[in-house]
C-alpha cells in the first residue's frame, strides 16, 4: 500500500482568494487523483494527474478553476483558484498502485478541509 | 457507464449485533468492486476489493463482502458490530478508462451507527 500526506491538512480562506493543496505518496505510483467531498457528500472525482502532461479533467471542471501540478511520481498539486463559499469541501488526493492483479487499488490522503468565507 | 446505489443512506445497529450495509451496481462487464470506509475527520481507508476472484471477500476488521453477479449485489456484512465501527461507508465500483487506468465510482454513503 501507499502512504499518502496532504498539506494543509484545513484552512480557512477568503472568496477570491487561491489555495493550493499538497499532496504527497511515499512510494513511486502510477497515477494520482483528486477529488472533491462537498458537505454532507459523497466523492466526486476532479480530475486524474498525469506525470509529465496535463491533467485530465472530468465533466464540469476546468483548468482554470482547478489548475494541476504533477512534477514527478511522487507529488501533486491541486489549486483551487478565485474561491467562493461554494467551493468549501473536502479535497482529497489518491494514487494507484499497480498490485500485480489487473484492477488498480487507489489509497487515499487524509483530506484538506476547505473553508471559504 | 458503471453506476452504484447504496440502499440505505443511514443504518443503526446494537453493539455486538450484525451489520448489513447495501450495494447494487449497474456494469456492461465485469466490474471490480471495492468497499471503502471513511471515519469522522479522516480520509479513506480500503475495506475489502472484489477482483473477480472468490466471490465472498473478507476484508480487514471482521468485515466481507459477497458479490453476486446474479442480483448485481455487493452487499458488506460484519457478523457482530463493535462502537468503532460507526463511520461512513461507501461502495464503489471502477469504470474502464482509456488511459489504462480504472477510474472510480463512489456510492451516495451509508452512515452505519452503532448504539451501547
Known amino acids: 500500500s501507499a502512504v499518502i500526506s496532504q498539506k494543509p491538512s484545513r484552512d480557512i480562506c477568503q472568496r477570491g482568494t487561491s489555495l493550493t493543496i499538497q499532496c504527497q505518496v511515499d512510494?513511486?505510483?502510477?497515477?494520482m487523483f483528486w477529488y472533491r467531498q462537498q458537505p454532507g457528500q459523497s466523492l466526486t472525482l476532479i480530475a486524474t494527474?498525469?506525470?509529465?502532461?496535463?491533467?485530465?479533467?472530468e465533466s464540469g471542471f476546468v483548468i482554470d478553476k482547478f489548475p494541476i501540478s504533477r512534477p514527478n511520481l511522487t507529488f501533486s498539486t491541486l489549486t483551487v483558484s478565485n474561491m467562493s463559499p461554494e467551493d468549501s469541501s473536502i479535497y482529497l488526493c489518491?494514487?494507484?498502485?499497480?498490485?500485480?492483479?489487473?484492477?488498480?487499488?487507489?489509497?487515499f490522503g487524509p483530506g484538506t478541509r476547505l473553508t471559504v468565507l | 457507464a458503471q453506476s452504484v446505489t447504496q440502499l440505505d443512506s443511514h443504518v443503526s445497529v446494537s453493539e455486538g449485533t450484525p451489520v448489513l450495509l447495501r450495494c447494487n451496481y449497474s456494469?456492461?462487464?465485469?466490474?471490480?468492486l471495492f468497499w471503502y470506509v471513511q471515519h469522522p475527520n479522516k480520509g479513506l481507508q480500503l475495506l475489502l476489493k472484489?477482483?473477480?476472484?472468490?466471490?465472498l471477500v473478507k476484508g480487514i476488521n471482521g468485515f466481507e463482502a459477497e458479490f453476486k453477479k446474479s442480483e448485481t449485489s455487493f452487499h458488506l456484512t460484519k457478523p457482530s458490530a463493535h462502537m468503532s465501527d460507526a463511520a461512513e461507508y461507501f461502495c464503489?465500483?471502477?469504470?474502464?478508462?482509456?488511459?489504462?487506468?480504472?477510474?472510480?465510482?463512489f456510492g451516495a454513503g451509508t452512515r452505519l451507527a452503532v448504539h451501547p
Open positions: 489518491s494514487a494507484t498502485m499497480k498490485n500485480g492483479d489487473t484492477t488498480d487499488t487507489q489509497y
Open positions: 512510494s513511486q505510483v502510477t497515477m
Open positions: 494527474a498525469n506525470q509529465g502532461s496535463e491533467a485530465t479533467y
Open positions: 456494469s456492461s462487464y465485469s466490474p471490480s
Open positions: 472484489y477482483t473477480s476472484a472468490a466471490t
Open positions: 464503489v465500483v471502477s469504470d474502464k478508462f482509456s488511459g489504462g487506468y480504472n477510474k472510480l465510482i
